[in-house]
């Protein structure tokens, strides 16, 4: 089946700094979106990606579907305590399937 | 974005009993909900796709008997852990799929901590 490889799998930073992560998968997908889960929560969608090449912004998030199809990465600007928690990316074929296939996720941690 | 409820956020129950928790699409309609299972630190592991008005769609590796999906209207699925022993303990997440829009968004449920004693 489709698997998708995101790393880090986890990083601490310094508050203030910026921080990136990345997947890739051996196959093609055509939606791409990125969640962030709190503990004990369920995952909150941060950002979707339909179109190769795209690059969306929400807020202090940026984040790209790659050229490929085959890759998406997002980075946090100027990061701050809240931003703790674990990112997961997950990509869809599309076609009329909504099914997502999910990285194995990037525990953030932040150092005020 | 659209809102998914799902109910209870807890369940503590004792082994062979059966639990169901429920997802509920607020403020849309979903023909299409998944069910995930999440173990501590790890991603989520889809277990079953759940359409309006027919049979689920199980993953490999995934008892049907066990884990019963009912999707009986447009806003609402129910997952049934029967007979459920300590190792079914987990965190389960829902999510429900947008009727209708071009592109495809899934949003989940705040999840069900289960904890079979």
């Known amino acids: 089946g489709q698997q998708l490889n995101q790393s880090p799998q986890s990083m601490f930073i310094q508050e203030g700094e910026d921080v990136s992560m990345n997947c890739t998968s051996s196959?093609?997908?055509?939606?791409w979106l990125w969640y962030k889960q709190d503990p004990g929560e369920g995952p909150v969608l941060l950002i979707a990606?339909?179109?190769?090449?795209e690059l969306t912004s929400n807020g202090r998030l940026t984040a790209q579907f790659g050229i490929t199809r085959k890759d998406s990465f997002l980075n946090i600007s100027a990061s701050i305590p809240s931003d703790v928690g674990i990112y997961f990316c997950a990509g869809a074929t599309g076609a009329g399937s909504y099914q997502l296939t999910f990285g194995k996720g990037t525990k953030l941690s932040v150092i005020p | 974005g659209a809102v998914v409820s799902q109910h209870p956020s807890w369940v503590i129950c004792k082994s062979g009993t059966s639990v169901k928790i429920e997802c509920r699409s607020l403020?849309?309609?979903?023909?299409?909900m998944f069910w995930y299972r999440q173990f501590p630190k790890q991603s989520l592991m889809l277990m079953a796709t759940s359409n309006e008005g027919s049979k689920a769609t199980y993953e490999q590796g995934v008892e049907k008997d066990k884990f019963l999906i009912n999707h009986a209207s447009l806003t609402l699925s129910t997952l049934t852990v029967t007979s459920a022993h300590p190792e079914d303990s987990s965190f389960y997440i829902c999510?429900?799929?947008?009727?209708?829009?071009?592109?495809?968004?899934?949003?989940f449920g705040q999840g069900t901590r289960l904890t079979v004693v």
């Open positions: 990606l339909y179109k190769a090449g």
């Open positions: 196959s093609i997908f055509n939606t």
């Open positions: 999510s429900a799929a947008v009727q209708g829009w071009a592109n495809t968004e899934a949003f």
């Open positions: 403020d849309f309609q979903a023909t299409t």
